[in-house]
């Protein structure tokens, strides 16, 4: 969101900003169980759209503080609206499709109640139970007054056109990312592996560990992220560095100097800004074959591997390892593919059409 207004106020577009935060403290939880219907946020909503009379909305991410009351204000000042949706919460209350450590859809062809009595929503009965009250509600909100549904990637399209969303409300706006500018060491010369995410069960972090440690390459790996599993992870794997988490700028510079990008997910991700960011340094990447993360790499940028299978993390660190001329293709593979779909330039040129086509549309 940060990324698309940036982009659109250097090219010369007018925008006007309104965020609504989950509080960090006790008023979350109000907040939580107002997530139906907050009518403070669709008052503040209304009195932004009155004074300052848009063209057209996007909307990134109600929950659970705007609420669909956010969308119903959009609605009623009659301003066209598009409305991404980065992840899968309109059809499944964890909004990643995904449970017990591997991919679910029995909401997506089934009653969202599914996910109230597996507790999807943080392992709680209640708390999913008003997520489901908060999901229904945006849902029949947004397909009443939302114009046009933006999705990262075609099989998140597929997905919600299963749900029930109309195919022709759709269109596919992957995400972009900014340059880093050149390599700082080309790829094949480094002996650096990054692991960038949350140490959590769904990035798949505690397998690939297991895989890193039975390859016994000699390359480095750097794990930057903190999560759940950070404490058991560091205490079972201690020649391993842990950095924690760091700042962008850190990132990039070891992105700029890595030979390899693993992501592990053990679950469909919806389209990771890590990924293209590795993209965009040239990183050749190893990666679970999810079909959101096949779609967005190129064959030649990228091993795409059985995420639950052991054996084959194995080979493929041990070849990242010695394949020195499949690194260097990759490297620039991963390049070329981040320039051509997912640079700044591609990313204004598909959100001007959409805001075009959606304020033509409601203009007749």
Known sequence: MD??????????????????????????????????????????????????????AHIHNTWFAGSPSVIGAIGRAGVPSIMTLHNYRLTCIAATLSRDGRPCDLCVHG????????????????????????????????????????VLTEFARE?????????????????????????NLPAEKSETV????????????DRFLDAWEKSGTGLRL?????????????????????TGHLQPDEV???????????????????????????????????????PPIAETLSSSAAMLIDAHDVDAWVSAIRRVATDDGLISSASRASRD?????????????????AYKSIVERAHG
């Not at 692991?195 to 972090?205: A, M, T, V, Y």
């Open 337 to 353: 593919r981040w320039a051509g779909r997912h640079s700044p330039r591609a990313g204004l040129e598909r959100l001007r059409d």
């Open 252 to 290: 990039r510079q070891l992105l700029l100097e890595a030979r390899c990008l693993a992501l592990p997910s053990t679950s469909y991700e919806g389209q990771s800004l890590v990924l293209l960011e590795a993209m965009a340094a040239g990183v050749p990447i190893i990666a679970s074959d999810w």
């Open 111 to 150: 009653s969202g109640w599914n996910g109230v009595r597996h507790r999807c929503y943080r392992d709680d009965l209640a708390s999913s139970a008003i997520a489901l009250a908060g999901t229904n509600s945006t849902r029949a909100t947004a397909l009443r007054h939302v114009s046009t549904f933006a």
């Open 222 to 242: 750097l794990v930057i992220g903190e999560g759940p599993l950070g404490a058991v992870l560091r205490r079972r794997h201690p020649d391993i560095s842990f």
């Open 3 to 56: 990324a698309e207004r940036e982009l659109l106020a250097r090219a010369g577009y007018e925008i006007v900003a309104c965020d609504v935060e989950n509080a960090p403290d006790l008023r979350a939880g109000v907040q939580f169980a107002a997530s139906s219907w907050n009518f403070a946020s669709g008052r503040r909503v209304r009195d932004l759209l009155d004074r300052e009379q848009p063209d057209v």
């Open 159 to 183: 997905v919600y056109v299963e749900a029930g969303f109309d195919p022709e409300r759709l269109i596919v706006l992957p995400n972009f990312t900014e340059d880093p500018g050149p390599r």
């Open 194 to 205: 990054l692991f960038i995410g949350r140490l959590s069960p769904e990035k798949g972090i």
